[in-house]
Structure formats: C-alpha cells, structure tokens
C-alpha cells in the first residue's frame, strides 16, 4: 500500500492560466474521489469516479472545471482560466468499495495560489 | 439541509486529560457518520464510523455514539496523548446513495505534555 499519491504538492499561478493536478490512488482502489478545501474549513466534495466513469458532480465544479480518469486508474483535474477564489487545497482520495463499507485513504493534496 | 456542524478549535489539553468535541448532524433520515483526523504533514484518514442509530464507533482509544435523538455523534477519548495532536473532522454521507462525504470544519486538538 504505497498511498494516494498527489503532484504537484504546490502550484502557483497567475489569474487565467490553466492548471492541472494529478492523482495516482491506491493501486486496487476502484474508486476515486476529488475534494477542495479552503483555510479553515473542511474539505468540500468536487467529483468521484468509480473506475473510468464520472457518476457524481458537484455544483461547485464549475464548467472551468473538468476531470477525467480515462484508464480507471490516475486522474487528473484541470482548471481553466483560473480566478483567486480557485486557490485552494485539492484533496484526491480512493477506496476499495463504496464510502459506506470503505474508508476513504487520501492524498496529502496539491496546494494551488492563484496571483 | 445536509450540513455538519462541530466544536470550533482550537482545543488544547494536557496530556491524559479527557477530550470532548462535539459534532450535531442535520439529515432528514440516518446518514452514515465519521471521524476523520489529520495527523501533521498527513492525509486525512478515518479514525471511526458509525452506520445507524446507537451504533459506537471505536478506534485507538476514541469513541463515538451515533445519538440519533440529538442528532450528534460526540468524540470523546479518556486519556489523550501528546500524539493524538491533529485535527478532526466530523462528516456524514449524503442519503440516497450519494457517496458524497459532507464535512465540518475541523477542530485542531493540540496536546501538551
């Protein structure tokens, strides 16, 4: 079990520019999860795959917003012309099974400073 | 709505003192409830969880009692160590086969020896 597995651990970038975030899960986890979470706040969900499929979206992801996992395996999560509001820590997690019998095992996150 | 509400930190206590942090739920049914914590440098990662009313959830010395009268799910702990300092997440799934975790916002627990 090497752990869920995030790059970069920071990113900064100017207002308007384009990002994208990388997450390897756990090798036998199914499932992956993105979250995104602000200074004091808990993390706030953004999307969850299960395998190659993307079967829940949150309203926060916003059309600026995309993620893919096209083997079912690593996923990655762009943002487009980013905005000060997008600086954020992004959480990756993946599980086994569904998050009612299986713990969720996140990443350590990818900080983002949008300038 | 579908919201979790939880002890505002920071919490510091000395070392083999008795931790509280108190988590109230809203839901309009019985939503699977969890502890997450963050140790420093970490990943969150879950430390309990409770799946229907009465229910305790135990881990590494933590407990929580799923309350579905008062629609909490307390944590508490007898003794804490100075490694039990971190942060703690109280969080729910959303019903209907959601497998989104909703989460408050975190208490930090510092301990001091």
């Known amino acids: 079990d090497t752990g869920v597995s995030q790059n970069p651990r920071h990113k900064i970038t100017k207002r308007g520019q384009n990002v994208t975030f990388r997450c390897d899960p756990i090798s036998e986890h199914n499932r992956l999860y993105w979250y995104r979470q602000t200074l004091g706040q808990g993390p706030e969900f953004l999307t969850y795959?299960?395998?190659?499929?993307?079967?829940?979206k949150s309203r926060l992801l916003s059309d600026r917003f995309s993620a893919e996992r096209p083997k079912g395996s690593f996923s990655t999560l762009e943002i487009q012309r980013t905005e000060q509001g997008d600086s954020a820590m992004y959480l990756c997690a993946s599980s086994k099974e569904s998050s009612y019998n299986s713990p969720l095992h996140f990443g350590n996150g990818t900080r983002l400073t949008v300038t | 709505g579908n919201s979790v509400t939880q002890m505002e930190g920071p919490v510091t206590l000395s070392e083999e003192a008795f931790l509280t942090i108190n988590c109230t739920y809203t839901?309009?049914?019985?939503?699977?409830l969890f502890w997450y914590v963050q140790y420093p440098g970490e990943g969150l990662q879950l430390l309990l969880k409770a799946t229907k009313a009465d229910d305790k959830g135990s881990n590494k010395g933590f407990e929580a009692t799923y309350r579905k009268e008062t629609t909490s799910f307390h944590l508490e702990k007898g003794s804490v160590q100075v490694s039990d300092s971190a942060v703690y997440f109280c969080?729910?799934?959303?019903?209907?086969?959601?497998?989104?975790?909703?989460f408050g916002k975190g208490t930090k627990l510092t301990v001091n020896p």
């Open positions: 839901a309009t049914g019985y939503p699977s």
């Open positions: 795959f299960q395998n190659e499929a993307q079967l829940e």
């Open positions: 969080s729910r799934l959303r019903e209907g086969g959601s497998e989104k975790l909703v």
